[in-house]
């Protein structure tokens, strides 16, 4: 078959066959097309090989080299050792599982290229590097000077044989054989304009590029035809939201507003008084609300939500207010429902370590209309909750839920209002992109009487004085956190964990305190009962993982060492840090860092310890790491970015959504370019769109 179409089924592509075509189809890979889409991870080409001797700790590299010898050794976790040596100096690739695979496939002498993070022990070393087989062939064509792909690969792939070597074959072959050519879909002058590739150029050069700029170029303009899908979805959305008239209406704010708020121990900030306003001029609308309140840590939020859930019980509608973890949906449940009840306003609390009964007593209630505002976790979501009259959806902690779950909540409701909160400020551009149709509303101020944390970053070695510091905090009644990344030993990573510093701190350094321990692995239930101990200050010091980062609020917590500071990213460390210095006396930060810290690692901390400023460290995050693991932008319901970079292709965002103004703006009058453009977009976000526009 020498004549391939675009939508030729891989299947009879020379090489594939149906073992490998049902592999493929996993993944997605059906037609011809779609292993075009099936990007490089990267590519070995003489200027980006690295001689072993230059190796840095801590960088992602590739190397080539030849088998020395290999083998597994034997220890409390097996592992499979293969030293690869190049003229300047050998490295060990280090394998913890699949051993008897890597035992079948390596023989002394042969030639690899290895790419992945540099470590160190006992010498360099590199923990499940990529790894592409260099045969003559493609040995010869990298020193030709020849740039060549390695593909992405998976344990299934690799199975049928499809590893790197061999989806380069193929894509090769579909290049050599392919008779059409890849449509594309921007209209000529947007390529001008824009000084892009056309379509079938860039993708046959991403995946073989003539030189380095090409990729470069090449990706550029697959970036932009993913932002343009992608914003697409957020244009629509909105259009389609400014168009939704919703059934529900509110009389001005009453009497019940004004006494609760005289009630509240504070007074409310300049911040949350202009978000308060924004929310309640944007319920009274005819459209439902779709808001996004964000602020910083300890902004003080919660009260925020709760005065728009009043505001809308007090119209006789129902409001669901729905946190990620347990912890938090509790401590809003205990926090709020004496000051609603004292202004008449029911409320309840639903999560799932409730037991049936309890469970199915509440439903009830909540459907017969007798609870005004239903906390509660995921357990909101569930089939047997259903509310007489859903007037607003409040979520906490947004970016914490997947979309599906969003979905399903709002559909309990017909049309009702959305607010939605976040304690990771999103610098503008993102919020455009990401959020585009939400309206936002930011809190820009704290509390006043708060003291800035004192934030230090120190090194392990002076764990003792700090040790010290906690007693003697803990001796003037003061409580502490004391956070690790893992939960127990690893044989991977090299890191303390929660469980043994328990055992040791209770006996040694800290044997004068009240300890607990909460993670990931605690029964819910266990983990609520420390919880409130150390709430109730039966506890002094509660070491924990990250569980709890989220909305945890203890203000007389004024402590916390987090271990292994250089392994968080810069936002989790501000969630962390915010934990603390939530009432007025204060706090007090000391990361602690272990050697060897990479310089973006050090980096990171500097930056750290310099600001408490939210908004900021959020920018320093995007710019360090990307958004993705940043805002959890896998649950945002939107797709992931395969190709684009946000912080790098600002200048491609900006241009899509120009693009797409003007798609949006003159529809039902573009003219056949731009038409066809924006048809394809409509049919190509179609599946996609269904899910995001349930909330
Ligand atoms: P977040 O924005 O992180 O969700 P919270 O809503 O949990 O913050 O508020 C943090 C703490 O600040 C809570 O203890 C809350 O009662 C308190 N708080 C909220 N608003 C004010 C205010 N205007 N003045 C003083 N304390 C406030
Ligand atoms: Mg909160």
Redesign the pocket.
């Known amino acids: 078959m020498n004549n391939l179409k675009l939508n030729s089924p891989l299947q009879f592509v020379k090489g594939v066959g149906p073992k490998r075509a049902q592999v493929l189809a996993k993944s997605g890979l059906v037609e011809v097309k779609d292993i075009l889409y099936y990007f490089p991870r990267h590519y070995l080409d003489r200027t980006n090989i690295i001689p072993i001797a230059k190796l840095k700790w801590n960088e992602t590299a590739t190397i080539i080299g030849t088998i020395k010898s290999h083998g597994v050794l034997y220890g409390r976790r097996p592992r499979y050792e293969v030293i690869l040596g190049d003229d300047t100096g050998s490295i060990t690739l280090v394998w913890f599982h699949s051993i008897k695979y890597w035992e079948r496939l390596f023989k002394k002498g042969q030639k690899f290229a290895a790419t992945g993070m540099v470590s160190h022990y006992n010498g360099l070393q590199m923990i499940h590097p990529d790894l592409e087989r260099l045969e003559e062939d493609s040995d010869r064509m990298i020193h030709a000077g020849r740039i060549i792909p390695v593909y992405p690969q998976t344990s299934e792939l690799n199975k049928v044989g499809l590893n790197s070597k061999n989806i380069r074959k193929l894509t090769s072959f579909i290049f050599d054989n392919l008779n059409d050519e890849i449509p594309d879909n921007l209209p000529e002058q947007e390529l001008k304009k824009y000084k892009l590739f056309g379509l079938h150029q860039a993708i046959k050069n991403i995946h073989y590029p003539p030189n380095r700029d090409d990729i470069e170029k090449s990706r550029k303009r697959l970036a932009f035809d993913e932002l343009l899908n992608f914003q697409f979805l957020v244009f629509n959305n909105k259009k389609y939201k400014e168009q939704t008239i919703k059934k529900h209406s509110y009389k001005r704010p009453g009497a019940k507003l004004t006494e609760f708020k005289n009630n509240l121990s ?4 300049t911040g ?1 008084k202009k978000v308060i306003k924004e929310i309640f001029e944007d319920l009274q609308k005819k459209h439902p609300m779709s808001r996004l309140l964000q ?9 925020v939500a709760i005065l728009a859930g009043l505001y809308v019980a007090d119209n006789g509608m129902q409001v669901a207010f729905m946190a990620p973890t347990e912890i938090l949906a509790e401590q809003h449940y205990r ?1 709020w429902k004496n000051p609603l009840s004292e202004v008449g306003i029911s409320s309840a609390l639903l999560t799932s370590s409730f037991k049936p009964k309890e469970k199915k007593k509440t439903a009830q209630q909540c459907q017969q209309g007798e609870i005004s505002i239903l906390f509660g976790t995921h357990a909101l979501i569930y089939d047997y909750v259903s509310f007489k009259n859903l007037g607003l959806v409040i979520i ?1 902690e947004q970016h914490r839920f997947g979309v599906e779950q969003r979905g399903k909540l709002y559909t309990k409701g017909d049309h009702p209002d959305l607010l939605v ?1 976040t ?1 990771t400020p999103i610098p503008r551009t993102l919020a455009m992109t990401f959020y585009g149709d939400l309206d936002i509303s930011t ?1 820009d101020t704290l ?3 708060r003291k800035p944390i004192q934030t230090v970053w120190r090194n392990k070695d002076v764990r003792d004085k700090v040790y010290r510091f906690v007693v003697n905090n803990v001796k003037k009644g003061g409580q502490a956190y004391i956070v690790y990344p893992l939960i127990e030993k690893s044989d991977q990573l090299e890191l303390e964990n929660v469980e043994d510093a328990y055992r040791e701190l209770s006996e040694g350094a800290l044997r004068e305190c009240r300890l607990g321990m909460v993670h990931g692995r605690i029964k819910p239930k266990e983990r609520q009962e420390i919880l409130h101990r150390f709430f109730n200050k039966e506890l002094d010091i509660l070491l924990a993982t990250t569980v709890i980062e989220v ?1 945890l ?1 203890n ?1 007389n917590a004024t402590v916390m060492i987090i271990e292994h500071a250089e392994r968080f990213g810069l936002s989790q460390l501000h969630q962390l840090r ?1 934990r603390i210095g ?1 009432g007025d006396k204060q706090a007090t930060l000391i990361a602690i860092a272990h050697p060897p810290i990479s310089d973006i690692g050090r980096q990171r901390l500097d930056y750290f310890v310099s600001t408490t400023d939210g908004f900021k460290i959020a920018e320093a995050d995007l710019k360090l790491r990307g958004p993705g693991e940043m805002f959890g932008v896998r649950q945002s319901g939107l797709p992931e970015l395969r190709i684009a970079k946000i912080t790098e292709d600002q200048d491609l965002i900006k241009a899509a959504r120009e693009l797409l103004q003007y798609l949006f703006q003159n529809e039902n009058r573009l003219d056949s370019g731009y038409q066809k453009l924006y048809n394809y977009l409509e049919k190509n976000t179609e599946q996609k769109q269904t899910l995001l526009s349930a909330g």
């Open positions: 504070f007074e409310l900030t949350q602020g910083d840590v300890g902004s003080g939020k919660t009260v926090n906490d909160m304690a809190i509390p006043s009487g909305g609020d203000p915010g939530r």
